[in-house]
């Protein structure tokens, strides 16, 4: 099994920071792509960030500049940091992971449970 579990996500004004992590755990072969998607109410998931093992990176236009992405490999985490957060930032972030399983090694992308951001104004 795999798993992914994000941790960081609560409440914060806005012009606060957060930093939100995504640990991988379980039968894992190699991890490619790692990334960061929110869906806020009402609306459809989009990618916020993403970083390959390499640490090449992506960043969705309107969020460059205020959020980074990166990872530790040695430890198959991928770490959000998000600065002058804004009200429209609320959403429910989502880590996502290219996984190769070890034993069968199937590939497959992998997402976590998922962790509230809420930026009050």
């Known amino acids: 099994q795999v798993q992914l579990v994000e941790s960081g996500g609560g409440l914060v004004q806005a012009g606060g920071s957060l930093r939100l992590s995504c640990a991988a755990s379980?039968?894992?072969?190699?991890?490619?792509?790692m990334g960061w998607y929110r869906q806020a109410p009402g609306k459809q998931r989009g990618l916020v960030a993403a970083?390959?093992?390499?640490?090449?990176?992506d960043y969705a236009d309107s969020l460059r500049g205020r959020f980074t992405i990166s990872r530790d490999n040695a430890k198959n985490t991928v770490y959000l940091q998000m600065n002058s957060l804004k009200p429209e930032d609320t959403a429910v972030y989502y880590c996502?992971?290219?996984?190769?399983?070890?034993?069968?090694?199937?590939?497959?992308?992998?997402w976590g449970q998922g962790t509230q951001v809420t930026v009050s104004s």
């Open positions: 996502n992971a290219q996984i190769t399983k070890s034993g069968d090694y199937s590939n497959k992308a992998y």
């Open positions: 970083i390959t093992s390499g640490g090449s990176t």
């Open positions: 379980g039968s894992i072969f190699s991890i490619g792509a």
